[in-house]
C-alpha cells in the first residue's frame, strides 16, 4: 500500500506548456521530498521541503507542501523536453529516516 | 552530497543463482538504504543497512532472500540469493548525509 498518492501517472505535453504534479498523504512526514529520475539512473533530489505553508522555487519549477504537512504539488512552467522524466514524491518519516515513495508521474514533454 | 558508486550496473543472471550487489559511498555514513524497484514502478524500501549491526528488512523481505553486509561507514552490499524471474528489477541503494538523500544509479537485474 502506497503512503503517497501521487497523480498522475502519465502526463505528455507539448514544449513551453505548463504542468502541475500532485503528490497526497493521510499521513504526516517530517519533510517532503521530489525526484527526478531518467532511465539508467537513479533518482535525484530536486527539493526538499519542511514547513507546512513552504513554497520553493528553482527555475522553472515551484514546489509547494501543504498547511497540514500530507500533501504537497510541483508546477513546471513552460515545460521543455530536458524536463521529461519520471518525478516521484517521497516522504519522510519523524523517527527513523526511511522514505515512501509515491508511485511517480511520468513527464513527457514533446519539441 | 555524497557520491556512491554502485556496481554492476546490469547483469543477466540463470534462476537459482546469487549476485552481489555493492555501494560505495566518498563519505562516511550512518545509514545506507537498499530499495528495489520494479519495471515502471516506484522504489521500495527493502532495508536499512547501519554499520555494526544487523540490517533492518521491510515487511516482505527477508534476510535469507536479500542478505546485507555492512562492513564499514563507506560501504555496503546486498545479495539477491536463489534468484527467479520475479527479482528482475532494479536495485538501487542510497544514503543519506544531512543535506538530502543521494542514490546510486542502479543495478539493472535480469533473472532467465
Known amino acids: 500500500t502506497q503512503l503517497l498518492e501521487q497523480s498522475p501517472q502519465f502526463l505528455s505535453i507539448q514544449e513551453g506548456e505548463n504542468l502541475t504534479v500532485y503528490c497526497n498523504s493521510s499521513?504526516?512526514?517530517?519533510?517532503l521530498q521530489w525526484y527526478r529520475q531518467e532511465p539508467g539512473e537513479g533518482p535525484v533530489l530536486l527539493v526538499t521541503?519542511?514547513?507546512?505553508?513552504e513554497v520553493k522555487k528553482l527555475k522553472r519549477l515551484t514546489f509547494q507542501f501543504g498547511d497540514a504537512r500530507k500533501d504537497s504539488s510541483l508546477h513546471i512552467t513552460a515545460a521543455q523536453p530536458g524536463d521529461t522524466g519520471l518525478y516521484l514524491c517521497?516522504?519522510?518519516?519523524?523517527?527513523?529516516?526511511?522514505?515512501?515513495f509515491g508511485a511517480g508521474t511520468t513527464v513527457t514533454v514533446r519539441a | 552530497s555524497a557520491v556512491i558508486s554502485q556496481k554492476p550496473s546490469r547483469d543477466i543472471c540463470q534462476r537459482g543463482t546469487s549476485l552481489t550487489i555493492q555501494c560505495q559511498v566518498d563519505s562516511q555514513v550512518t545509514m545506507m538504504f537498499w530499495y528495489r524497484q520494479q519495471p515502471g514502478q516506484s522504489l521500495t524500501l527493502i532495508a536499512t543497512?547501519?554499520?555494526?549491526?544487523?540490517?533492518?528488512?521491510e515487511s516482505g523481505f527477508v534476510i535469507d532472500k536479500f542478505p546485507i553486509s555492512r562492513p564499514n561507514l563507506t560501504f555496503s552490499t546486498l545479495t539477491v540469493s536463489n534468484m527467479s524471474p520475479e527479482d528482475s528489477s532494479i536495485y538501487l541503494c542510497?544514503?543519506?548525509?544531512?543535506?538530502?538523500?543521494?542514490f546510486g544509479s542502479g543495478t539493472r537485474l535480469t533473472v532467465v
Open positions: 542510497s544514503v543519506t548525509t544531512g543535506s538530502g538523500y543521494t
Open positions: 499521513s504526516v512526514f517530517s519533510s
Open positions: 521541503v519542511v514547513t507546512g505553508g
Open positions: 543497512a547501519n554499520q555494526g549491526s544487523e540490517a533492518t528488512y
Open positions: 517521497a516522504g519522510e518519516g519523524s523517527n527513523d529516516y526511511k522514505l515512501s
